[in-house]
């Protein structure tokens, strides 16, 4: 190993290559890295010592040329003379600016005489294509996007505190026989919204709204034991997660209270109220607007509101992740509003049903510019002519949906449409015939048939029978597999990023066509092949993973590359929104932040290279 840097040379024995792989394999990305990789890494190393004060890239000056990685002392990042972070042996720097060849976003100063290692570029990009250099871009995103509000003042995100530090205790408890009255009163006394119902284990719980509505408009006794208007069984969380899984769950599924256990012992109570900290952009106040919204003008002024309000969650450093969940339960929340005024105007409903998201949306997977994708089930028992009766209703929900900043589906997949409002038989004869059908139609079915889920109505439901059929089907699978390795990411030759000409500017790719998509296809196969009745894609691919359907290596660099290009384009869209433009999915490579630039290249390289991999495997299989 050579010695270089700005500063003097480092003149301590040098680490011999094992030392330096031992440093290496104990910090990400080196640690995921196979040996034979991990190896060559440690023997390209070089070392640089850098003293004190010492300026080791500059803000807008020369590229880096090779990945730093701090072994000893300490670097701040500057971004004009402020530090935004501090970084500790263990941890990187130079990547973005290596990884585009662009001037680097920050200058690095050494804060106490520091020793580094050099990994040279050509080794780097090796590193940084890996599953493990992958997933290391994805949180870098996400550190660096908080970094940046940190400077700008933003307060620190409630949301990655523990549930157990902000649950409420005491909360009041009581018996099943307690009457109405006495835990009235104890909520009183408490200053509380609710009681929990035990008798030996948490039983259910009783709100002050369960009190109005099931007593006091109902015209029910005071002397009402609880047992009769509680909600039982209740949902609880674990004391130790996180404040935005609880506020997730709340979110999906209209809740304004969720015990919380520790070790399965009653900690106390979280209130929707006690998790609020985003003033009026949260998404628990959108949501309880439109429950609220008195009629369907109402409903779409706040679903405009929708993309400004997802774009700041994402500037409080949201995921991805967690952000296409918000913006899907906010979308059920508007759908399932739209459904109730239709219904106050037409009148009841001539017989069971049951609307169904699909797509994104079905897989809470959406980003902020979706359009609608939905479909209708109506009841066998049917009189003649309800068809007449739901087309109206769903029109009424398209309609305002659209109103709502939410575009109608260009391909027509809609429950207005007609093909896309069934009976029961209808649907599952449907389901039958398109696994059935020849290669033309197999993705299309298994997008459809496959990424759905219930948002509202009475009609219970359920398709579990068609996934086991398909999963049985050789031939089905054979054919979904097959297209669904089709869509290939847009690389070049040489393995760059190829964009498509557009208004003059450096070209643009389509992420969600790109990359997204083909990951979503192969992710919903390897799920049947699996026999899984997960939806999401994330689940889909571990399901596959645990099952051995999918490989580790090819199910983690999946899963590394979806949540990268989830990252990706968040921070396209809301720039965009930001900018006042409507949010979509082509971006311009140049536009993006260094590191989101090197992992949209590095995520499409996984990407085919599992596509090359299952695509001879399944070729195999077929032969056999």
């Known amino acids: 190993m050579s010695t270089s840097g700005s500063g003097p040379a480092y003149d301590a024995p040098e680490d011999t290559v094992n030392e330096v792989e031992r440093f290496l394999a104990s910090h990400p990305p080196f640690g995921g890295l196979d040996p034979p990789t991990l190896e060559r890494v440690a023997a390209s190393v070089r070392v640089a010592f850098f003293p004190t004060g010492d300026l080791i890239l500059r803000q807008g000056g020369e590229p880096a040329t090779d990945l730093y990685v701090v072994r000893k002392g300490g670097v701040a990042l500057e971004d004009a003379d402020r530090t935004i972070d501090v970084l500790e042996p263990g941890e990187l720097f130079g990547h ?191 949501r309880g607007e439109i429950e609220r919204a008195p009629d369907v003008a109402a409903v779409a002024a706040i679903g405009r509101r929708v993309p400004t309000a997802a774009a700041t969650l994402a500037h409080a450093s949201v995921t991805a992740e967690d952000l296409g969940y918000v913006i899907a339960s906010i979308l059920d929340a508007m759908t399932t509003r739209l459904l109730e005024l239709a219904i106050e105007e037409f009148g009841p409903p001539p017989a069971g049903w049951a609307w169904f998201a699909l797509g994104s949306q079905a897989r809470r997977e959406r980003s902020i510019g979706g359009d609608q994708d939905h479909l209708l089930v ?20 398209v309609d305002g949906l659209a109103d709502a900043g939410v575009p109608r589906c260009p391909s027509g997949v809609m429950a ?10 209808g649907w599952r004869d449907a389901f039958a015939s398109w696994i059935e059908a020849p290669a033309s139609h197999a993705a299309f079915v298994t997008a459809i048939a496959f990424d759905h889920r219930k948002v509202a109505g009475p009609l219970d439901e359920d398709w579990r029978g068609v996934v086991r059929a398909a999963a049985g089907d050789a031939a089905f699978l054979y054919r979904s597999s097959r297209l669904a390795l089709e869509q290939r990411p847009p690389l070049g030759i040489r393995g760059t990023v190829r964009t498509t000409p557009a208004d003059g500017d450096g070209g643009r790719v389509d992420v969600k066509a790109g990359g997204l998509i083909p990951i979503v296809d192969l992710a919903r196969v390897v799920g049947l092949r699996a026999r899984s009745s997960e939806v999401g894609t994330f689940a889909r691919l571990r399901a596959a993973q645990a099952s051995g359907v999918l490989d580790d290596d090819d199910a983690e660099a999946l899963i590394a590359a979806f949540g990268l290009l989830l990252e990706v384009r968040l921070e396209h869209q809301v720039r965009q929104v930001d900018d006042g433009l409507r949010p979509d999915d082509l971006i311009d490579p140049g536009t993006l932040d260094p590191i989101a630039r090197g992992g949209l290249r590095d995520a499409f390289r996984a990407i085919a290279h599992v596509q090359d991999r299952l695509g001879r495997s399944i070729s195999a299989s077929r032969l056999r």
């Open 378 to 397: 109506i009841d066998d028992d049917a009189p003649p002519g309800a068809d007449r009766y739901f087309a109206g209703l769903a029109s009424r929900v």
């Open 96 to 286: 973005p600016s290596l990884l585009t060849g662009d001037a680097p976003m920050h200058s690095v100063r050494v804060l106490e005489d520091a020793l580094c290692y050099l990994i040279p570029k050509d080794v780097a990009d090796a590193v940084f294509g890996t599953t493990s250099g992958i997933g290391f871009l994805v949180v870098s995103l996400r550190d660096r996007a908080r970094a940046r509000a940190a400077v700008q003042g933003v307060a620190a995100d409630p949301r990655l505190a523990r549930v157990g530090t902000v649950a409420t205790s005491p909360t009041p408890v009581c018996s099943p026989t307690t009457t109405v009255r006495e835990a009235a009163e104890r909520m009183t006394d408490a200053g509380a919204t609710a009681v929990l119902v035990v008798d030996g284990e948490l039983l259910g719980i009783v709100t002050d709204s369960d009190l109005r509505a099931r007593i006091v408009a109902a015209g029910g006794a005071l002397e009402t034991p609880l047992s009769e208007v509680m909600t039982a069984p209740v949902r609880a969380i674990g004391a130790d997660r996180l404040v935005h899984e609880a506020l997730l769950e709340m979110l999906d599924r209209g809740l304004h209270h969720l015990p919380v256990l520790d070790d399965g012992r009653l900690l106390g109570l979280v209130s929707d109220l006690d998790l609020l900290g985003l003033e009026r952009r949260d998404p628990f106040v959108l």
């Open 416 to 425: 207005s449409e007609r093909s896309w409002r069934r009976s029961q038989t």
